[in-house]
C-alpha cells in the first residue's frame, strides 16, 4: 500500500492524532485507512492499540497528565465509535472482557474511568458499573457477562473495607474472573492482604496489569 496507512508504528498518522488528542482530525485518519484497504480490526489493532500504549507510558513517566489522558482516550473513543459497528458486523469481538466499577460507599469516578478508556484502547470489552457499586452487583455483572477480569475502584480510606468485601463476595460466589484493584489509598500489600489478583498504580499501568492477569 503506497500510503500513510502502511506505516505500522505508532508514528503512523491515526496513532499520532490519538496520543495528541486530536479528536477532529480522528475521521478523516480513520477514512484513510479503510481506503486503504485496512479492515476495522486492523486498524483497532495496529494504529489504536499501539497510540494508547504511548499515552499509558507517557503518563506512567509523567511527561503527560490526567488532562492530556482523558484528550487522547476521547479522540481514541472517537474512533471506536466509528470502527465498532464494522467490527461488529465483521463478528470481531475483542479477545476479553472486563467489569469495572467503584467500591460501595465512594462516589469517586475519575481514576476508574481512565483505567476503563485504557483498557478499551487495548481492545478490551469494558462494562462500566458507574460508582457506589455494591458487592451483589459486581457478583451479578461478572455472571451475566462471564468476565474474565474485574477492577475494582476505591479513592477513600474509609471505603477500603467496601473493597474487601467485594473481593470476598466474588470468591464465594466461586467466579473465575481476576480481581484487579486500584486508587489512591491502596497499595500491592493491600492487594495481597484481601486476596485480590494484582494491582495497578494508575491508569498507565492498569493496561499492563490487566494483560499480565488475563494470561496469566
Known amino acids: 500500500m503506497d500510503n500513510l496507512c502502511s506505516d505500522m508504528s505508532d508514528t503512523h498518522p491515526l496513532s499520532q492524532a490519538i496520543i495528541a488528542g486530536k479528536r477532529k482530525e480522528i475521521p478523516a485518519l ?5 481506503d486503504a484497504g485496512e479492515s476495522a480490526q486492523f486498524i483497532v489493532e495496529s494504529r489504536l492499540v499501539s497510540a494508547m500504549a504511548v499515552v499509558g507510558e507517557k503518563f506512567k513517566n509523567n ?5 492530556e489522558m482523558l484528550i487522547a482516550a476521547r479522540a481514541m473513543k472517537e474512533a471506536l465509535k466509528l470502527l465498532e459497528p464494522m ?6 469481538k475483542p479477545e476479553f472482557n472486563a467489569v469495572i466499577g467503584t467500591v460501595e460507599g465512594d462516589l469517586h469516578d475519575i481514576g476508574k474511568n481512565l483505567v476503563a478508556m485504557m483498557w478499551k484502547g487495548a481492545n478490551i470489552d469494558v462494562i462500566d458499573l458507574g460508582v457506589n457499586v455494591p458487592p451483589a452487583k459486581f457478583v451479578e455483572a461478572i455472571r451475566e457477562n462471564n468476565a474474565k477480569l474485574v477492577g475494582l475502584s476505591a479513592l477513600l480510606t474509609t471505603t477500603m473495607p467496601a473493597m474487601r468485601e467485594t473481593v470476598k463476595a466474588i470468591r464465594e460466589a466461586g467466579l473465575a474472573a481476576k480481581i484487579m484493584i486500584g486508587g489512591a489509598p491502596i ?7 484481601i486476596g485480590a489478583d494484582g ?14 492477569l488475563l494470561r496469566s
Open 30 to 34: 480513520v477514512q484513510e485507512c479503510l
Open 63 to 67: 511527561e503527560i497528565f490526567v488532562p
Open 87 to 92: 467490527l461488529v458486523e465483521a463478528g470481531v
Open 187 to 193: 497499595t500491592t500489600e493491600y492487594a495481597n492482604e
Open 199 to 212: 494491582y495497578a498504580a494508575d491508569a498507565g499501568s492498569a493496561v499492563d496489569a490487566a494483560m499480565s
